[in-house]
């Protein structure tokens, strides 16, 4: 199976990007909204916010909270499922 590859994306906050934050899996639903618009394939995985690792919704929110309420824009890296791959 080939690996998962990395997209880094820059998506605004407001309206918020369409991700499901559980503990374990932070991911893009690709329900609409900024990240759909920004053509971030469903099921895409969080593994980075403004180039801090983070592995869980914790982690997210902590970075994104360090950033500051005045940011209104924030680059995601992403790790994009291959075809095939499961979630």
């Known amino acids: ?10 998506l605004p906050l407001s309206p918020p990007p ?7 899996v932070c991911a893009c ?3 609409g909204g900024p990240a759909a618009d920004a053509g971030v394939p469903a099921g895409s995985k ?6 801090v690792s983070v592995s869980s ?3 997210i929110i ?9 940011v ?14 499961k979630r």
């Not at 369409?18 to 374990?24: F, G």
């Not at 209104?72 to 994009?80: A, D, G, I, M, P």
Request: proline letters at 6%.
């Open 62 to 70: 902590a970075q994104l909270r360090a950033l500051g309420a005045d």
């Open 46 to 51: 969080i593994v980075a916010v403004a180039g």
């Open 18 to 24: 369409c991700l499901s934050l559980t503990p374990s």
């Open 1 to 10: 199976p080939s690996s998962p590859s990395l997209l880094s994306q820059s």
């Open 72 to 85: 209104t824009e924030v680059q995601f890296t992403l790790q994009v499922r291959s075809e095939g791959e």
């Open 57 to 59: 919704k914790a982690d």
């Open 29 to 31: 639903t690709g329900a």
